[in-house]
C-alpha cells in the first residue's frame, strides 16, 4: 500500500518567518512529488514539484527531496497571512500515473 | 494555466435523484481522475481513465460510475442520490509533459 504521511498540524508561524512542511513516503519507486496548497472551500493549486534530489528554488518557495531518506519538504520563505491553507503533499509513479496524496497540513501564518 | 471545468458549481437535491457532474478539458489531456473530498479531509481517487473508452476505480469504493467517450469529457453520474454522497467533487487532468494534476473548481454537493 503506497502512502504519503504528513503531520495535520496545525502549523503556526509569525509572519515574515520561514514556514517549513514536511512529508514522507513509503514507496520507494516514486519518481516525482507535488506539493499543493488548498484554500478551504477550493481546488488544490499546485506550487511546486520535484523530480530530482537536492533542492528546487521557486521565489519564496523551496522544495526538497531525499530518495534516500523517502522526505520531501518544502519552505516558504517571508511567510504572509494570506498564504494560511492546507498544504498537501503527493506522491506519483510512472507506471500507473497515480498520484497519492497525503492528507493535508493545515498551515497558519500569524499576524 | 489548466482550463478544466466542471458543472454545475453547486448542487443541492433531493435522495433518490440521478445526477450527473460534468468535466471537461481543453488541453488533451488523456488522463483523467475523480476526486471526493469531504471538508477538512484528505482527498480520495473515486475513478480515473487512462484515455478514451478507458475507466478504473480508484481507491475508494463508489457508487458513481464513469464514462469517456470523449478526450475532453469524463462525466460521473450517480444513479440514486443518498444523503452519504454529500461531498466536494474534484475533476483533475494529468498533464503529459509535467507529470502534474491540474484540478477543476470543483462540484459542491448535497443531498437531502
Known amino acids: 500500500q503506497k502512502e504519503v504521511e504528513q503531520n495535520s498540524g496545525p502549523l503556526s508561524v509569525p509572519e515574515g518567518a520561514i514556514a517549513s512542511l514536511n512529508c514522507t513516503y513509503s514507496?520507494?519507486?516514486?519518481?516525482?512529488f507535488f506539493w499543493y496548497r488548498q484554500y478551504s472551500g477550493k481546488s488544490p493549486e499546485l506550487i511546486m514539484f520535484?523530480?530530482?534530489?537536492g533542492d528546487k528554488e521557486d521565489g519564496r518557495f523551496t522544495a526538497q527531496l531525499n530518495k534516500a531518506s523517502q522526505y520531501v519538504s518544502l519552505l516558504i520563505r517571508d511567510s504572509q497571512p494570506s498564504e494560511s491553507a492546507t498544504y498537501l503533499c503527493?506522491?506519483?509513479?510512472?507506471?500507473?500515473?497515480?498520484?497519492?496524496f497525503g492528507k493535508g497540513t493545515r498551515l497558519h501564518i500569524l499576524p | 494555466e489548466a482550463d478544466i471545468y466542471q458543472t454545475p458549481r453547486y448542487l443541492v437535491i433531493g435522495t433518490g435523484k440521478k445526477i450527473t457532474l460534468e468535466c471537461s478539458q481543453t488541453?488533451?489531456?488523456?488522463?483523467m481522475y475523480w476526486y471526493q473530498q469531504d471538508p477538512g479531509m484528505e482527498l480520495h481517487l473515486i475513478h480515473y481513465s487512462y484515455g478514451v473508452n478507458s475507466t478504473e476505480k480508484g481507491d475508494l469504493s463508489s457508487e458513481s460510475t464513469v464514462s469517456r467517450i470523449r478526450t475532453e469529457h469524463f462525466p460521473l453520474t450517480l444513479e440514486s442520490a443518498r444523503p452519504s454522497h454529500t461531498s466536494q467533487y474534484l475533476c483533475a487532468t494529468l498533464g503529459t509533459n509535467t507529470d502534474t494534476q491540474y484540478f477543476g473548481p470543483g462540484t459542491r454537493l448535497t443531498v437531502l
Open positions: 520535484i523530480y530530482s534530489n
Open positions: 488541453m488533451g489531456h488523456d488522463k
Open positions: 514507496d520507494r519507486g516514486s519518481q516525482s
Open positions: 503527493a506522491g506519483g509513479m510512472d507506471r500507473d500515473d497515480k498520484i497519492i
